[in-house]
């Protein structure tokens, strides 16, 4: 398993995924598109389908990022910095990071986990006053 953080950020007001480097649109990814466990089964059962045969790649299209799931190696690519570059307009933006497709199953259910269990939290918090 990676190295992960998850904790509260004050400023933005949320709480956030820290990853190793070269893993900046993983964290973005689960952060944006990784919100409930709706889309936590919605990435395993596609995982599980590159996994078994019965696809050779899982294309999903996020709000902002898009995935491409193998068996091996998952692409996770931010679509609007994709389209800009086939424009040819390089916004210094990066686009695309590669992470293990068993190490992202992983992270997409500790991530999840970790949602729930700070919304619990919050909401007792919020309940207590």
């Known amino acids: 398993m990676i190295p992960y953080k998850i904790f509260y950020d004050q400023k933005a007001e949320k709480l956030r995924i820290a990853l190793p480097e070269g893993l900046s649109l993983v964290e973005e990814y689960l952060e944006v598109e990784v919100i409930s466990e709706l889309s936590k089964k ?24 898009s995935s491409e799931i193998r068996k091996n190696v998952t692409r996770i690519y931010n679509s609007y910095v994709e389209a800009q570059l086939k424009e040819g307009i390089d916004t210094g933006e990066e686009c695309e990071s590669f992470i293990e497709t068993k190490l992202l199953a992983d992270l997409v259910s500790i991530w999840i986990d970790a949602r729930i269990e700070f919304r619990k939290q919050r909401s007792a918090t919020d309940n207590s006053h």
């Open 42 to 65: 919605t990435i395993l059962d596609r995982i599980k389908k590159v996994n078994s045969g019965v696809e050779e790649v899982s294309d999903g299209m996020g709000n902002l990022y």
